[in-house]
């Protein structure tokens, strides 16, 4: 094993939802490291603008404007990509996303489009993705982007965080199926991650009060950001990985980790630390 082992020259990496956000920064990283990145995204504008960044920096891009619900309109962006680089190697599901929404009040056509949205288009891409890789005969890398909340309770995401724990179980069992075509499927759960969408949907969040009162909840005590999903995302798809499949990294910080413990002000840690400790506490057995 050698420090190229990390590199990705020659590889083509496809990042559905790629134009801003954690998908931004996987492919900007994954660019920086070699690959030829196609970016699927429905905004246009910003998927333009990150493909002429890529491209001016010496690398190669492509962009393709789609929704990832149009079904058709996913497969023929699976298809260029592998059209326009002559193979497919890496697929990084990461288009997806939800509104806070208690599940007695969200509506069926909502449900339907949650689900199609996380979980619906991560199949359909999958499958075509993995048609291609299987063609090729040069094996692959599936990346899918989870969240934490596919591991823990998530109210007012009911349906959104189904679809991610869904997802989770979909990669160890695709990684299973697909791994004898030589492609494997990984999956990154990330937590709190700064991006303009995270900062538009929670208006006052990067308050100095807010940011500190995060990290006494976050073991690193601090935000995450679109690179620190990068990282794993590069790892899982290059040649330091080629025997890692069907599992899923966090990346959080520690959240996971924590589970509901909570740093206090003399930087301790305590689990409900508004309650007495007294209420927590076991005494100690007297003789």
């Not at 497969?75 to 326009?84: L, V």
């Not at 002559?86 to 288009?95: Q, T």
Request: glycine residues 12%; negative net charge; proline residues 5%.
């Amino acid at each position: 094993m050698t420090p190229a082992d990390i590199r990705l020259d020659g590889l083509c990496a496809l990042v559905t939802g790629g134009a801003n956000g954690i998908g931004k920064g996987i492919a900007l990283g994954m660019a920086g490291f070699g690959a030829d990145i196609v970016i699927v995204d429905i905004d246009a504008e910003a998927g333009a603008r990150l493909a002429g960044d890529i491209a001016a920096a010496g690398g190669r891009s492509l962009f393709v404007h789609a929704d990832v619900m149009d079904r058709g309109a996913l497969r023929a962006a699976i298809d260029s990509a592998a059209g326009q680089f002559g193979r497919l190697d890496v697929l990084v599901n990461n288009a997806g996303g939800g509104r806070p929404v208690k599940f007695m009040t969200q509506s069926e056509r909502s449900r339907d489009r949650h689900v199609e949205f996380n979980l619906g288009s991560l199949m359909t891409a999958t499958h075509h993705a993995a048609q291609h890789m299987i063609a090729f005969g040069n094996g692959g890398a599936i990346i899918n982007v989870s969240s934490i909340e596919g591991l823990r309770a998530a109210p007012g995401y009911a349906v959104y965080a189904a679809c991610k724990a869904g997802m989770l179980n979909f990669t160890r069992t695709a990684a299973v199926e697909l791994a004898e075509f030589g492609i494997r499927v990984n999956a990154i759960a990330p937590d709190i991650i700064v991006t303009e969408g995270f900062v538009n949907q929670a208006p006052g969040a990067m308050e100095p009060r807010q940011v500190a009162a995060r990290g006494r909840y976050i073991p690193m005590q601090r935000d995450g950001v679109p690179d620190d999903c990068a990282g794993p995302a590069i790892f899982l798809a290059s040649g330091m990985a080629t025997y890692v499949t069907g599992t899923t990294i966090s990346i959080d910080g520690g959240t996971w980790a924590s589970s509901g413990w909570v740093r206090t002000p003399e930087n301790d840690w305590r689990l409900f630390p508004d309650f007495p400790s007294s209420c927590l506490d076991p005494k100690e057995p007297q003789p």
